[in-house]
């Protein structure tokens, strides 16, 4: 199993610049989720998905949309980047809104010019 | 809202060394709390967790114990290895919130030989 996978890895974008990250879990989880991690402030919810067809907006949603393509997969999108946007982001999926377990994927490292 | 504070980093010790970080938090009702680290390069892994009150969590020579009275979940190992150098970030779920996690900004531990 590869578990929660996603790319790329690393980014560079100009401002104003749109993106798309993807990710993917091989788990058969309900439930995904996208984080941004920043220095001294920890983890971030952007967007999560509780199961297929849904998604709702977590703490910062702002600038960015995302889509549950299948119970799969579960892409970010930045339509125009910002210099605020550089981050360090995380997919993560779990069993469903009641599991004590998020499992998390290796990160894409975003930098805004 | 809910919220989570750990103590600020970097920790550097010696190998064998006892660790001690720091983790306090906010909620409301009774939370389910986490420990999570994360490798150099990785994404975050769970340690170990506490669902309820005075439950101990254990894993891999860490322990927390979930500690009601002055809402604290402090991380402690009794000999720490230079393979134990990562960040640790301590986490909540709580009652009140749909399967979202709540997570601290996050300890860097290094260890040196």
Same mark, same amino acid.
């Given at each position: 199993?590869?578990?929660?996978?996603?790319?790329?890895?690393?980014?560079?974008? +100009?401002?104003?610049?749109?993106?798309?990250?993807?990710? @993917?879990?091989? !788990?058969?989880?309900?439930? !995904?989720?996208?984080?941004?991690?920043?220095?001294?402030?920890?983890?971030?919810?952007?967007?999560?998905?509780?199961? $297929?067809?849904?998604?709702?907006?977590?703490?910062?949603?702002?600038?960015?949309?995302?889509?549950?393509?299948? +119970?799969? $997969?579960?892409?970010?999108?930045? $339509?125009? @980047?910002?210099?605020?946007?550089?981050?360090?982001?995380?997919? @993560?999926?779990?069993?469903?809104?009641?599991?004590?377990?998020?499992?998390?994927?290796?990160?894409?490292?975003?930098?805004?010019? | 809202?809910?919220?989570?504070?750990?103590?600020?980093?970097?920790?550097? &010790?010696?190998?064998?060394?006892?660790?001690?970080?720091?983790?306090?938090?906010?909620?409301?009702?009774?939370?389910?709390?986490?420990?999570?680290?994360?490798?150099?390069?990785?994404?975050?892994?769970?340690?170990? #967790?506490?669902?309820?009150?005075?439950? #101990?969590?254990?894993?891999?020579?860490?322990?927390?114990?979930?500690?009601?009275?002055?809402?604290?979940?402090? &991380?402690? #190992?009794?000999?720490?290895?230079?393979?134990?150098?990562?960040?640790?970030?301590?986490?909540?779920?709580?009652?009140?919130?749909?399967? #979202?996690?709540?997570?601290?900004?996050?300890?860097?531990?290094?260890?040196?030989?």
């Amino acid at each position: 199993n590869a578990g929660v996978t996603q790319t790329p890895k690393f980014q560079v974008l +100009k401002t104003g610049q749109s993106m798309t990250l993807q990710c @993917a879990q091989d !788990m058969n989880h309900n439930s !995904m989720y996208w984080y941004r991690q920043d220095p001294g402030m920890g983890l971030r919810l952007i967007y999560y998905s509780a199961s $297929e067809g849904t998604t709702d907006k977590g703490e910062v949603p702002n600038g960015y949309n995302v889509s549950r393509l299948n +119970k799969r $997969e579960f892409s970010l999108r930045l $339509e125009s @980047a910002a210099p605020s946007q550089t981050s360090v982001y995380f997919c @993560a999926s779990s069993d469903g809104p009641g599991s004590y377990e998020q499992y998390f994927g290796p990160g894409t490292r975003l930098t805004v010019t | 809202g809910n919220s989570v504070t750990q103590m600020e980093g970097p920790v550097t &010790l010696s190998e064998e060394a006892f660790l001690t970080i720091n983790c306090t938090y906010t909620a409301t009702g009774y939370p389910s709390l986490f420990w999570y680290v994360q490798y150099p390069g990785e994404g975050l892994q769970l340690l170990l #967790k506490a669902t309820k009150a005075d439950d #101990k969590g254990s894993n891999k020579g860490f322990e927390a114990t979930y500690r009601k009275e002055t809402t604290s979940f402090h &991380l402690e #190992k009794g000999s720490v290895q230079v393979s134990d150098s990562a960040v640790y970030f301590c986490a909540l779920k709580g009652t009140d919130s749909w399967g #979202k996690f709540q997570f601290g900004a996050g300890t860097q531990v290094v260890v040196t030989p």
